[in-house]
């Protein structure tokens, strides 16, 4: 029963893990898809070549705030299920490549929307300066801009930040091997702030040619579509507090990616030794044990199965052979030693009875015929037995 409620306990945590994943790749398409529309609109604006302060309002600020917000509620979902250790291990690495691709176009998008952005401003500035007769409509246009331009900015990294947190929520969650390739956002990151920057320099370019126009020169000015000069400095002050932010970001990006790169040094220096110390260690060994045969080795390799079986087989009739020799030979040996025994038998009773002979040279007539005879020298040439000579 236990085991059935935890493996029920398992499942539901395995649905719900799912499908906030799912969840989170929803937001980040829906993002993206706002942000596709909002470069397409800052793209056709720049098509019809209007200034800036006569480009018409755009509409879909709402629905990208709001997809930006679900965004971020449903990654500060998913983090708290990992910090109660609610969320269940799963694969999410074919969510990561598809939230690299989102992550990517909407960099991209915020990147081109800055860029036309940028290029309109400059533009508008040096028109601005040839054109000085024009004080208060010059106002009116800068102050629009600025609202603009703030607006855009606002929700541009708005978006962009939820969908790179959302990003690295997923990377955190994945099986990949640390230091594994970098993602393809990772330059366009670091160019955002950077064009964020630049924007805020054009802007405050404006503020500053166009000053005694929008701070103090006409301070009942009414902006149309913005509200009173009060509004057109909390845009400002906005932006700068975006751009400063960005840039916290941005060297908090810095200080971690100079930790990975002092971690990285500090591996590869532990990989170096270790292959300095390898290297010398086969060196001792060519030293000591010489170069190696053929085939690579210093042992004769292993034979097959089959080989193995036929020299057995070999080894067991040659040590049958071998037997047999062993008992054929003790059994000549003891035949040979049995002679022997009765050879010496036979010779110490004929000794025996040679022995008087020896003493007298004479011939005793109980001797038998079938023993040689010696006989004394003098009797040589007597007519008398030799020494080759037997009794018959």
Request: proline residues 3%; aromatic residues 6%; neutral net charge.
């Amino acid at each position: 029963m236990a085991n059935s409620n935890s493996a029920d306990r398992t499942s539901k945590l395995d649905d719900e893990s799912h499908k906030a994943i799912k969840d989170l790749l929803i937001g980040m398409i829906a993002v993206e898809d706002e942000m596709t529309t909002f470069s397409v609109h800052v793209a056709a604006q720049n098509v019809q070549d209007q200034p800036l302060n006569r480009w018409p309002t755009y509409t879909g600020y709402r629905n990208l705030a709001t997809v930006s917000k679900t965004l971020s509620d449903t990654t500060a979902r998913i983090k708290a299920l990992v910090s109660d250790l609610s969320f269940a291990q799963c694969n999410v690495g074919p969510f990561v490549a598809q939230a690299r691709h989102i992550s990517l176009k909407v960099s991209t998008d915020v990147s081109s929307t800055m860029k036309i952005l940028n290029e309109k401003a400059a533009k508008y500035i040096s028109e601005t300066n040839a054109e000085s007769n024009q004080g208060q409509t010059n106002d009116i246009a800068t102050a629009v801009i600025i609202g603009a331009l703030g607006e855009i900015i606002k929700h541009s990294t708005e978006a962009a930040n939820h969908v790179w947190a959302a990003l690295d929520l997923l990377e955190s969650l994945s099986c990949s091997p640390p230091g594994g390739k970098k993602p393809a956002t990772a330059d366009t990151r670091h160019r955002i702030p950077w064009i964020c920057w630049a924007s805020t320099a054009f802007l405050l370019c404006v503020a500053l040619l166009n000053g005694s126009s929008v701070s103090g020169n006409h301070g009942n000015l009414q902006l149309p579509g913005y509200g009173a000069k009060s509004h057109v400095e909390g845009v400002i002050i906005d932006m700068k507090n975006t751009c400063s932010l960005m840039n916290q970001n941005l060297q908090a990006s810095a200080l971690i990616q100079n930790a990975t790169l002092t971690d990285i040094n500090r591996r590869f220096q532990t990989l170096e030794k270790a292959f300095e110390s390898n290297s010398e260690r086969i060196d001792s060994l060519w030293e000591a044990l010489g170069p190696p045969n053929s085939d690579g080795t210093y042992f004769t390799t292993a034979t097959s199965t089959e080989q193995t079986a036929v020299s057995d087989a070999r080894f067991r009739k040659l040590q049958s052979s071998l037997q047999e020799q062993l008992e054929q030979m003790k059994a000549d040996a003891l035949a040979f030693k049995r002679q022997v025994q009765r050879s010496e038998v036979r010779l110490h009773t004929r000794l025996g009875k040679l022995e008087p002979r020896m003493e007298d040279g004479t011939k005793h007539d109980n001797l038998r015929g079938d023993f040689p005879v010696i006989v004394d020298s003098r009797s040589l040439g007597q007519g008398r037995p030799g020494r080759a000579e037997y009794y018959q």
